[in-house]
């Protein structure tokens, strides 16, 4: 089992920053891919970015550019560095492992961008 837990979410202005991160306690010596998912009121959850075990980078165009994902092995840690917000980021982010023994997903954390 791998336990998930998220920090750094929080309300900011349009054009602001903010840096999300997700730390991973128990099986972490199977950790592949870690990702960014979010899902904002009424639509379906979205990849946000994924980074591959040896560092192989995946973002959408909606955040290429401005979101900058980043991870520490040796911490079993994912971070997202998210510049140039806008009101459209808003969501539940959620980080995402995916182990060899299974798929595993933070609780969530709010990122509120107000226009």
């Known amino acids: 089992q791998v336990q998930l837990v998220e920090s750094g979410g929080g309300l900011v202005q349009a054009g602001g920053s903010l840096r999300l991160s997700c730390a991973a306690s128990?099986?972490?010596?199977?950790?592949?891919?870690m990702g960014w998912y979010r899902q904002a009121p009424g639509k379906q959850r979205e990849l946000v970015a994924t980074?591959?075990?040896?560092?192989?980078?995946n973002y959408p165009d909606s955040v290429k550019g401005r979101f900058t994902i980043s991870r520490d092995n040796a911490k079993n840690t994912v971070y997202l560095q998210m510049n140039s917000l806008k009101p459209e980021d808003t969501a539940v982010y959620y980080c995402n492992f995916f182990t060899t023994i299974g798929n595993y997903w933070g609780q969530g954390t709010q990122v509120t961008v107000s226009s």
């Open positions: 980074i591959s075990r040896v560092g192989n980078i």
């Open positions: 128990g099986s972490t010596f199977n950790i592949n891919t």
